[in-house]
T-cell receptor
């Protein structure tokens, strides 16, 4: 079975440019997460979707960040305009559980973003 | 109160050694404690998890020890192998989607 698929794997862009990261969760999983990983702050939850609906976006750093999940098999994380401090590895994860059930998180391989 | 404190930051052991990674938490409402393993260039993957109603859980060479009164839990890797070299994250959850991750321990097992 295919795991969580993320694209691009690597992105290098200049400050001020728009960045779009994409994620295809595991089929049948109803929860989707976007995480950011940095050396300084570790793994941080940015946003959580359940059944395609954003449930918790309290981790989104600021208005420059937005995320969508138009259907059960696709999500995007957009940064506009990008800044050097956004450089990090962005992970998408999905889970078969949701709501009050705690379930295993299945992570993609991540998108490494470098903003010059 | 929502933090999970993980130590050490890095660890080097000889092949066959037993590395131990420790985590501590404050919020007694946490009820699920997973460990994730991450290899370079990959996403974290669930290794083993425990709930606070048991004091120990073993899966293969990996063991979680849980001390509810001390609010601590630890990962032990028996007979460690070079292939176990990775970064290990502990986490805690309130039974919901929200996981609080530790800062990670970079383990290197020497051949």
């Amino acid at each position: 079975d295919a795991g969580v698929i993320q694209s691009p794997r690597h992105e290098v862009t200049e400050m001020g440019q728009e960045v779009t990261l994409r994620c295809k969760p595991i089929s049948g999983h109803n929860s989707l997460f976007w995480y950011r990983q940095t050396m300084m702050r570790g793994l941080e939850l940015l946003i959580y979707f359940n059944n395609n609906v954003p449930i918790d976006d309290s981790g989104m750093p600021e208005d420059r960040f937005s995320a969508k999940m138009p259907n059960a098999s696709f999500s995007t994380l957009k940064i506009q305009p990008s800044e050097p401090r956004d450089s990090a590895v962005y992970f998408c994860a999905s889970s078969p559980a949701g709501g009050t059930n705690t379930g295993e998180l299945f992570f993609g391989e991540g998108s490494r973003l470098t903003v010059l | 109160q929502q933090q999970v404190k993980q130590s050490p930051q890095s660890l080097i052991v000889q092949k066959g050694g037993i590395p131990i990674i420790n985590c501590a938490y404050e919020n007694t409402a946490f009820d699920y404690f997973p460990w994730y393993q991450q290899f370079p260039g990959k996403g974290p993957a669930l290794l083993i998890a425990i709930r606070p109603d048991v004091s120990e859980k073993k899966e293969g060479r990996f063991t979680i020890s849980f001390n509810k009164s001390a609010k601590q839990f630890s990962l032990h890797i028996m007979d460690s192998q070079p292939g176990d070299s990775a970064t290990y994250f502990c986490a805690a959850s309130l039974g919901t989607y929200k996981y609080i991750f530790g800062t990670g321990t970079r383990l290197k097992v020497l051949a």
